[in-house]
RNA sequence: GUCCCCAUCGUCUAGUCCGGAUCAGGACACCGCCCUUUCACGGCGGCGACACGGGUUCAAAUCCCGUUGGGGACGCCA
């Protein structure tokens, strides 16, 4: 049996989209399970478009989601190079190969020709296909247009009967019509590749077994069939994964927030989560468990349980997996991860094992860390300001504050016990209880009428903090 | 416009291939209750879907056809 090769093949235009993350992922996993090889290649055929910057990018974000490569650009292998502008060699040596056996093209026509052609194909409700002008040059023709200096690209010819079958690992058999393609360019003008005939001569050339790559490349198919078929060469498998759309359902893009894996690190996702997530978008193992190691992941992962309709990405979800990850594998593990996103008054007021304490706390119920300036709140050092409820809160129970400042000041032993003792005494001495008693108290310590367990937000905060802040509340509410 | 793909709760999905076991199961979100003299977490419960129409069959979410809806492709982008 011939070992699994599976490639993801970004083209470094952009920044990796979680659609890209998901096709990586779902890539690497069958190679992983299936005990085969991951291979990464560029696709910077684009010369105007791609960027070297771009592609590092492209590879950190890949590495952060632990999706190593077995071979690929930074580390090649022995189907290299992994960067399609280095192999035009070999897309030259192809196309020639086409064009001399009578099954492509030069063609000389100009951007603007194409334009008017297009235009008129379409008023007259056809398919905008190039019509074969340059296929019937006689040898006289090409050599006038040559010496003109025309710009010269190379066309494949689709056969006369076109139509051809693909057998999707997720879709079955996918039937292409005869006349749905016309001649399409294979080498551009500038002597680069076009997408397709790079793609297909690449796989062949690694030996790629399956291709699994998302939906919008099921319609491309059939040209790259029809290149290996006149290159002589065994396509792989093919497998085309739904899209992933956004709210609005439609392709995911720019416009839908933030996409892009490199935003979600930065706002502070857990890579766990993020890998989770995606897995299941698309897919789902037997039975009922959601929260599943990589390993897991490698393990369960099945082509046949990937579902072929698109689904819509729901960051709500993913923010509660992020707070399950967080949970779950510990708040210290996420330590450094997190502190970045502490403001900067509270780095200064406390030591690190006191913000150690206050983000696992936070990580009760935290979706990213980016929510963590604002979950902070309570923390802060400084006195924080009422408004709205909290204000309203704080009027109606001075006494109870006055009564509190009293009490709180003669606290001794400064720990969440102690003190959440002496808020039950002071709600039995005058009376009240419950949101009575907590939130007038909340409210002129936090500024909130919600946040972690109280007495552990005093503890933490300290007695000078706590004192401060209660007597400043006082005041605020003696002046309406 | 043409071609291709897709169609189960608001969202992710199980069930579909091999029709009966399902008044369609789980998860997120939402709502309620319990726990908690606060806030969460957690536990329990609720709301909520087979797009529509025809067939085939004793029986259809499951098979077939059509309609509608959504998406994708039709580039010297990938």
Redesign the pocket.
Known sequence: MKEVRVRF???P?GHLHVGGARTALFNWLFARHEGGRFILRI????V??SSGELESGILDDLMWLGLAWDEGPDRGGAFGPYR?SERVALYRAGAERLVAEGRAYP?????EE?ESK?EER?RA??????DGTCRRLSGDERARRRAEGR???VRFIVPPDSERRLD?L????????SG???D??IM???G?????F??ATDDAAMEITHVIRG??????TVRQIMIYEALGLEPPRFA?I??I?GL????LSKRHGAPNVGDFHARGYPAEAIINYLA?????P?G?R?MLSLGELVEKFRL??V????????E??L??FS??YV?SLGARRYLDDALPHFPQDVKDAYPRERLAEIFEILA??LPSFSRIEEEIAPFRPGIPALAGDAREAVAGARELLSASLVSLGECEEWSAASL?GR???L??RLG????A???PL?AAVTGS???????RVMEIRGKESVLRAIRSALAGAETP
């Open positions: 093949a970004p083209s235009t696709e910077d055929t684009d105007e478009r399609q063609c000389f026509c100009t951007d194409l297009k379409r409700n056809l398919p905008p296909q190039y710009a010269e690209s999707d997720l879709r079955g058999e996918v039937v292409f019509p749905m393609v016309g399409f360019v551009r003008s500038n680069l590749p076009t997408y397709n790079a793609a939906e919008e490349h099921l319609s491309n085309h739904p899209l759309l609005d359902r439609s392709k299941f978008l698309g897919w789902s037997p009922d959601e046949d349980r579902s072929p309709s698109p689904s819509i990405f729901d709500v979800k923010n509660w707070s399950q949970k009760e119920n959440g808020i039950k005494e709600g039995t009240v209880k419950g949101k008693l907590y939130m909340r009428l919600h946040g972690p367990d109280l007495s």
